[in-house]
């Protein structure tokens, strides 16, 4: 069963289409972008597969779960990193990643995954003195620790 499987999604605003059949399927370990021109629907796509938007037709599903009726239990499982986001400039390395465990209810420990991400080094830096991909492994890290804090809250390996 694939993680995230979209089948003839469609949307529109205002009448006029955006997204017009779409299928894919994202399988487990995939790494998957949705890329195009400003306005062809690659964010509205996302708010469908994280069920902040009904679309007009179409099935969407991860690990098996509808967005918007499982909400809950597909927030859990489901982790978005947006093009454009920021932290405050001040914020440390160290208190970002402890604010993000601290958005759950059983996160688990970030100080392994700064390890891992090589952000232990920074812990003490600036959120606005980061450079190259500092910012983005830190914002990336975020969505992680909320995928992490699933494991610990006694999910199945299908909804991880």
Same mark, same amino acid.
């Given at each position: 069963?694939?993680? %995230?499987? !979209?089948?003839?999604?469609?949307?529109?605003? /205002?009448?006029?289409? =955006? =997204? @017009?059949?779409? $299928?894919?399927? !994202?399988?487990?370990?995939?790494?998957?972008? %949705?890329?195009?021109?400003?306005?062809?629907?690659?964010?509205?796509?996302?708010?469908? =597969?994280?069920?902040?938007?009904?679309?007009?037709?179409?099935?969407? &599903? #991860?690990?098996?779960? +509808?967005? %918007?009726?499982? +909400?809950? &239990?597909?927030?859990?499982?489901?982790?978005?990193?947006?093009?454009? $986001?920021?932290?405050?400039?001040?914020?440390? #390395? &160290?208190?970002?990643?402890?604010?993000?465990?601290?958005?759950?209810? +059983?996160?688990? /420990?970030?100080?392994? *995954?700064?390890?891992?991400?090589?952000?232990?080094? @920074?812990?003490?830096?600036?959120?606005?003195? *980061?450079?190259? /991909?500092?910012?983005?492994?830190?914002?990336?890290?975020?969505?992680? *620790? $909320?995928? $992490?804090?699933?494991?610990? %809250?006694?999910?199945?390996?299908?909804? &991880?």
């Amino acid at each position: 069963m694939p993680l %995230i499987e !979209v089948t003839d999604l469609r949307t529109s605003y /205002g009448g006029r289409p =955006v =997204v @017009h059949g779409l $299928s894919f399927a !994202v399988e487990e370990g995939e790494i998957f972008g %949705i890329l195009g021109p400003n306005g062809a629907g690659k964010t509205t796509t996302v708010e469908c =597969v994280e069920g902040l938007r009904v679309p007009d037709a179409g099935r969407v &599903r #991860v690990t098996g779960l +509808h967005p %918007i009726a499982d +909400h809950e &239990r597909v927030a859990r499982v489901l982790g978005v990193q947006l093009q454009r $986001s920021e932290l405050q400039a001040k914020l440390t #390395v &160290r208190e970002a990643l402890e604010l993000y465990a601290a958005f759950y209810p +059983h996160p688990a /420990g970030w100080r392994p *995954l700064a390890e891992r991400l090589g952000l232990a080094p @920074h812990l003490d830096s600036r959120f606005g003195e *980061l450079s190259g /991909g500092g910012p983005y492994t830190l914002l990336a890290a975020g969505t992680v *620790l $909320s995928l $992490s804090a699933a494991d610990a %809250i006694g999910m199945t390996d299908g909804e &991880r």
